[in-house]
């Protein structure tokens, strides 16, 4: 089908989770499923960022309902108790992992040590989806509950190939640590797909990248991206397009009804409408031992366990 991403399908009913919904690509992505109807869970670590971010909402879209959930992606504590939030609201269709810091510079850490690069990236999405998965697998009707868990990649990580070989290692140039963590969070990505196939389980596990987004082509939203405020020069601007556009991918991914597990989506060049793109070799097939290894690391940094039993395994 030809997706257009200014037409969404209506999507009243539906309740839509976002990561880093306060500021750029994810508060697009909140925006833009509001505009078709469906309830959107901010989810940010300030509460008072996630206020602004939903008036900014009402403001383009009056009447539009909003939620928030508060954690910060950098403590794993406050990442447990997102997640448990979340598995606890009364429906969640997806959840769009687009939250994490930019810091791409310095030796920063996060609240548990870990380097903040791949802390906050790919451990910290790894620990938020197994808690969620966890306590909602406790629940009465977690077989039948649909979701979609939608990886926000880079396109990056398709032009410069990553040694994955040991996943604790951080690279010191803080681009190349950005680029390990989304091929981590790509590998886990297809595994977690693989794994859930295995378990029969209805939860799509889907990566997308956005494309360049800059600011510079972003249009103005109250309190999210003023006039007034200057910009980051970004050579990749006469190429680029908005953070409204770059938040198209992330969408698709999640209400696309054509959309299935182990998908990518993303646009064909640095701009443009999302379509579903062919997988990379180095993250959809990394080889069994890799897979295997970028997992356990994932779990032992994270503390929290992922695991499903074969399909009807404990069923009646």
């Known amino acids: 089908m030809t997706w257009d991403p200014i037409h969404l399908p209506d999507l009243r009913g539906r309740v839509y989770a976002v990561t880093g919904a306060t500021g ?48 910060d992606l950098t403590s794993l504590a406050s990442v447990a108790e997102g997640a448990e939030q979340l598995a606890a609201l009364a429906r969640l269709d997806g959840i769009f992992l687009n939250g994490a810091p930019m810091q791409l510079s310095g030796a920063s850490t ?19 989806v197994a808690r969620l998965l966890s306590v909602r697998a406790a629940g009465p009707s977690a077989v039948d509950d649909p979701l979609r868990i939608v990886h926000a990649s880079t396109g990056f990580v398709r032009r410069f190939r990553m040694d994955v070989s040991d996943p604790r290692a951080t690279p010191r140039a803080g681009i190349a640590a950005y680029v ?18 295995a378990a029969g389980l209805p939860v799509a596990s ?16 109250a309190g999210i991206r003023e006039g007034s405020i200057g910009y980051r020069r970004n050579p990749f601007t006469p190429w680029a397009q908005g953070k409204d556009a770059a938040a198209w991918s992330g969408v698709r991914a999640l209400v696309d009804p054509d959309a299935v597990g182990g998908d990518y989506y993303g646009p064909e060049k640095a701009a443009g ?3 579903r793109l062919a997988p990379l070799p180095h993250t959809i097939d990394p080889g069994r031992e890799v897979s295997a290894r970028v997992w356990e690391a994932l779990e032992d940094l994270s503390g929290e366990s992922l695991a499903f039993a074969p399909e009807g395994a404990g069923r009646d």
């Open 110 to 128: 996060t609240k548990d040590g870990l380097p903040l690069i791949t802390g906050a990236h790919a451990v910290a999405n790894f620990g938020l």
């Open 24 to 71: 750029g690509i994810g508060y697009f992505a909140a925006e833009q499923l509001a505009s078709a109807g469906a309830e959107v869970v901010l989810a940010s670590r300030s509460p008072e960022k996630i206020d602004v971010a939903a008036a900014a909402i009402r403001g383009q879209v009056p009447g539009a309902a909003t939620t928030s959930v508060a954690f």
């Open 180 to 197: 390990k963590a989304k091929t981590l969070t790509e590998i886990f990505g297809y595994e977690l797909d693989r794994r859930l196939r």
């Open 273 to 275: 409408r999302p379509v």
């Open 206 to 221: 889907i990566l997308t990248h956005p494309g360049v987004g800059v600011d510079a082509k972003t249009p103005e939203r």
